[in-house]
Nanobody, 116 residues
Framework: VQLQASGGGLVQAGGSLRLSCSAS????????MGWYRQAPGKQRELVAS???????IYANSVKGRFAMSRDNAKNTVSLQMNSLKPEDTAVYFC???????????WGQGTQVTVSS
């Protein structure tokens, strides 16, 4: 499976963006899908993850502002980002495990910039 992220852009603080991640193959059997982000000079961090049945986990920094969802029929996952802050500025990546959990698969990343 290959992943392609889209939907990033420039937005003012308090605004919203919706990121999408499209998979080239079926994600119906991928228990885990995740969104990570990496800001300049910082390590990549997990923002949100979702299980096959839709259970979500969020980083404390985005709880209550971000919402992750998945559509297995369309092989996509999304990240709705509301009340954006300048500190949310980063490149956002989608991630999953393929081949029975032996292959780490990353999307190419999409830039999110939040101006103050």
């Amino acid at each position: 499976v290959q992943l392609q992220a889209s939907g990033g852009g420039l937005v003012q603080a308090g605004g919203s963006l919706r990121l999408s991640c499209s998979a080239s193959g079926s994600i119906a059997n991928n228990n885990y899908m995740g969104w990570y982000r990496q800001a300049p000079g910082k390590q990549r961090e997990l923002v949100a993850s979702i299980s096959l049945v839709g259970t979500t986990i969020y980083a404390n920094s985005v709880k209550g502002r971000f919402a992750m969802s998945r559509d297995n029929a369309k092989n996509t996952v999304s990240l709705q980002m509301n009340s954006l802050k300048p500190e949310d500025t980063a490149v956002y990546f989608c991630h999953t495990w393929a081949n029975g959990g032996t292959s780490s698969v990353w999307g190419q990343g999409t830039q999110v910039t939040v101006s103050s």
